[in-house]
């Protein structure tokens, strides 16, 4: 039997797939909701790589060094032309080390935003991880912790 390369360019969107990725985008996002409320972000580690993934975040993308920076994120420039070049380039370092690297997860447009329609965007992972990272090292995501507690 002959064997074709698979082209993703002209593939077909099957809706019952989209679903299934939906689905398992949403259960993402409900299991690290519920682990920021058993433990403060700041507490968080999420691969072995973290650090480096950080420290790799920050250096290419200096206008993220902070927390106010990481607090809201605008989706337009994240998906324009130019920023998806240098997203590309930034996750595909971590390729071979991170599982599902380019896995679509479900990202909160603002720190202090829960998972809503209108402030949640659909983001490979490794944007997701570059970006909670930073959150939960500047100590943004600990609210969340703080909120189920009280």
């Known amino acids: 039997m002959a064997t074709t390369q698979f082209d993703a360019e002209n593939?077909?969107?099957l809706e019952d797939i989209e679903k299934q990725f939906a689905v398992k985008a949403v259960?993402?996002?409900q299991t690290y909701w519920t682990m920021m409320e058993k433990m403060r972000g700041?507490?968080?580690?999420?691969?072995?790589?973290d650090d480096e993934i950080y420290e790799t975040f920050v250096?290419?993308?200096?206008?993220?060094?902070?927390?106010?920076?990481?607090?809201?994120?605008n989706e337009d420039e994240m998906k324009s032309a130019k920023g998806k070049e240098r997203w590309r380039k930034f996750m595909n370092q971590f390729e071979k080390?991170?599982?599902?690297?380019n896995f679509g997860t479900l990202l909160r447009t603002a720190a202090?935003?829960?998972?809503q329609e209108d402030t949640t965007i659909f983001v490979p992972r490794m944007q997701f991880l570059a970006i909670e990272i930073?959150?939960?090292?500047?100590?943004?995501?600990?609210?969340i912790y703080e909120d189920a507690h009280k």
């Open 27 to 29: 259960m993402h996002a």
């Open 134 to 143: 930073a959150r939960n090292r500047h100590g943004l995501n600990d609210w």
């Open 112 to 115: 202090r935003a829960e998972y």
């Open 11 to 13: 593939a077909d969107n």
């Open 42 to 49: 700041s507490a968080m580690h999420f691969t072995r790589e």
């Open 97 to 101: 080390r991170v599982h599902d690297f």
């Open 59 to 73: 250096a290419e993308f200096p206008e993220y060094n902070s927390a106010d920076a990481v607090d809201k994120i």
